[in-house]
């Protein structure tokens, strides 16, 4: 929206385990006048998820199913597949997007339906490995290096931040090198 001139587009973070870290989200750029999060149980998520969608209100819509890196948010993701066709047909012919933010290592009986799934890998405090794992044409990618900048927060000292102690700042986020594969599935409409 504002590379078209327009006004900031609205975003919604669906956030069962509250991770998201207003403060690096800010420095990422995000109007967080135009972001809405909401932290339902999670037994309503899935339902959340789907009538935030339908209200086509929200360019964006994310739906955190991983929640702190190493805790399970103990959504089962077999459950999810039906789920996300609701998302697809509630987000059809529109510009909006969801995204569902998983664990590779999540259990689950078949892959989910999905448009774009890519994975995602932290190699170093300031590196990432993403690899396209399925697209809408079937094309699979081979490894991409992202550099990323560390946010004004990484520069200066937090150690006495319990938000940002262990590496945690700005764009630097707190999976160690190596850490797991985590997925992020897009469902276009």
Do not use: N
Not at 30 to 45: G, K, M, N, T, W
Not at 64 to 69: A, E, K, R, S
Not at 91 to 106: F, Y
Not at 181 to 187: G, K, L, P, Q, Y
Request: glycine content about 8%.
């Amino acid at each position: 929206a504002r590379f078209q001139g327009r006004p900031s587009a609205w975003c919604a973070f669906v956030d069962p385990t509250v991770s998201l870290h207003a403060p690096a989200v800010a420095a990422m750029g995000v109007d967080l006048e135009r972001l809405l999060v909401v932290r339902p149980p999670l037994e309503a998520l899935s339902r959340v998820a789907v009538r935030l969608a339908e209200s086509r209100v929200f360019a964006v819509l994310v739906v955190d199913l991983l929640g702190v890196p190493g805790r399970a948010t103990s959504a089962p993701l077999d459950r999810w597949i039906r789920v996300v066709r609701r998302l697809a047909l509630s987000i059809a012919s529109t510009d909006g997007c969801v995204l569902l933010l998983t664990a590779r290592e999540a259990p689950r009986s078949l892959p989910l339906p999905v448009a774009l799934r890519l994975e995602l890998q932290r190699v170093g405090r300031y590196r990432l490995r993403l690899q396209v794992a399925k697209d809408r044409q079937g094309r699979l990618s081979g490894p991409h290096r992202v550099e990323l900048t560390p946010g004004p927060r990484a520069a200066s000292s937090t150690a006495g931040d319990p938000r940002t102690s262990g590496g945690r700042s700005g764009r630097a986020s707190a999976a160690p090198e190596g850490a797991p594969h985590r997925h992020v599935d897009a469902i276009a409409g």
